[in-house]
């Protein structure tokens, strides 16, 4: 199992840009994949509210996308536990892909049935 960051980590990604870990495991629907962490921009933070809701302020990445550790973040008691929760999700990786999945089908099947309801006249 790969060390997993505390959050507030600030690290250099392999496409030279610095980032602080923000959170852990975001998940993209529709490319089925779940990431490590997200962050923002070591130097920027979070930029525009309008973006955040937008996920344009986020960056997605993998362990394998570090390059470099600039700084260690939080590391108190609670931070350790929640990181050993995490790594405990993480490795079920089929179970969270498998969640996924379903997920993308449930809301395909409710935006299907919203357009055949939105075809009957009131």
Do not use: H
């Not at 975001?26 to 994949?33: G, L, R």
């Not at 700084?71 to 536990?81: A, E, R, T, V, Y």
């Not at 179970?95 to 357009?115: D, G, P, R, S, V």
């Amino acid at each position: 199992m790969e060390e997993i960051l505390p959050l507030g980590s600030v690290v250099t990604l392999k496409n030279n840009k610095n980032i602080m870990v923000a959170g852990y495991g975001p998940a993209s629907f529709e490319a089925e994949q779940q990431y490590d962490y997200f962050g923002v921009y070591a130097s920027y933070g979070l930029i525009n509210s309008k973006d955040l809701k937008q996920g344009k302020d986020y960056i997605y990445f993998n362990n394998s996308d570090i390059d470099k550790v600039l700084f260690i973040g939080c590391q108190d008691n609670k931070m350790k536990k929640y990181i050993n929760l995490y790594k405990e999700i993480k490795d079920n990786k089929d179970t969270i892909k498998k969640a996924l999945q379903e997920i993308k089908e449930e809301k395909n099947e409710k935006w299907n049935f919203a357009i055949r309801d939105s075809s009957k006249s009131w």
